[in-house]
């Protein structure tokens, strides 16, 4: 059993009373993956109190990417907050009890920018090209049955549904979908999506989710061995 506590949109300390509400679902989890959004408009001095809260019932290691919210060129200040492993379109191997989960980070990628991107970041589309090309050959190298992935920005339109539908490709990148399909990660988890109705879905065999804590009300936990297993099922039916 590899137990995962995960979550996203914390926005600290908007929905830290959401998220301490249902802190006892952290006991005796092996690993706690953030995806995005944990502070309210990049105040990193909010981190220390969001970690506080998880600590009262977990010690397991917590690893994040960034989100909208952390703005770029700050991310020094949030590594200050040691106990939080970032991953930046960056991979990482945790070793669980001798199963290697191999993990790789971003903040994903947009299909189209939203409008104070394409105003304000004149190579925006340029970086989210070069973003789509790393997470991809990412995918590509890194090998393994427990390959986690964790971006912000959703990998499919698919647990989009509930926000407006015009919004979606300034939410997530459904051209990541082929990618998915052709590399079979194990999970994907996004979050972003705070009217979320449809939170989880499968492409091709990977279990994608929607963790956004506005959308779900509570932390997500998930034991890997279960999707593993569910996956298997679904590749000997097809």
Same mark, same amino acid.
Request: glycine content about 6%.
């Given at each position: ?27 005796n989890i092996d690993l706690m993956l953030l995806a995005g959004d944990l502070v309210y408009r990049n105040t990193y001095d909010q981190l220390p109190e969001l970690v506080k809260v998880i600590r009262e019932f977990s010690q397991a290691s917590i690893i994040a990417c960034f989100g ?6 700050? +991310?020094? /200040?949030?590594?200050? !907050?040691?106990? @939080? %492993? ?6 990482? *191997?945790?070793?669980? $009890? ?42 590509? +190298?890194? /090998?393994?049955?427990? !390959?986690?992935? @964790? %971006? ?6 698919? *647990?989009?549904?509930? $926000? ?75």
């Amino acid at each position: 059993m590899v137990k995962l506590g995960l979550t996203a949109d914390i926005h600290a300390p908007k929905y830290l009373p959401l998220l301490r509400a249902s802190i006892q679902r952290l006991k005796n989890i092996d690993l706690m993956l953030l995806a995005g959004d944990l502070v309210y408009r990049n105040t990193y001095d909010q981190l220390p109190e969001l970690v506080k809260v998880i600590r009262e019932f977990s010690q397991a290691s917590i690893i994040a990417c960034f989100g909208n919210e952390e703005w770029e060129g700050y +991310e020094d /200040k949030y590594k200050e !907050v040691g106990e @939080i %492993t970032w991953l930046n379109d960056e991979s990482l *191997t945790v070793d669980i $009890e001798g199963l290697r989960v191999r993990l790789i980070g971003s903040r994903g990628v947009l299909d189209r920018p939203t409008f104070w991107q394409r105003t304000h970041i004149r190579d925006i589309r340029r970086r989210y090209d070069a973003r789509l090309s790393k997470i991809n050959r990412m995918l590509r +190298e890194v /090998k393994g049955d427990y !390959v986690v992935v @964790i %971006t912000h920005y959703a990998p499919t339109y698919t *647990t989009l549904e509930g $926000e407006v539908e015009n919004a979606w490709p300034e939410m997530g990148c459904k051209r990541l979908e082929s990618i998915i399909r052709e590399t079979n990660p194990l999970l994907w988890i996004h979050g972003h999506a705070h009217k979320s109705t449809k939170p989880e879905t499968w492409v091709g065999f990977t279990y994608v989710l929607n963790v956004s804590l506005p959308a779900r009300g509570e932390i997500v936990v998930l034991d890997l061995e279960e999707v593993k297993s569910e996956r298997l099922k679904r590749a000997w039916g097809s």
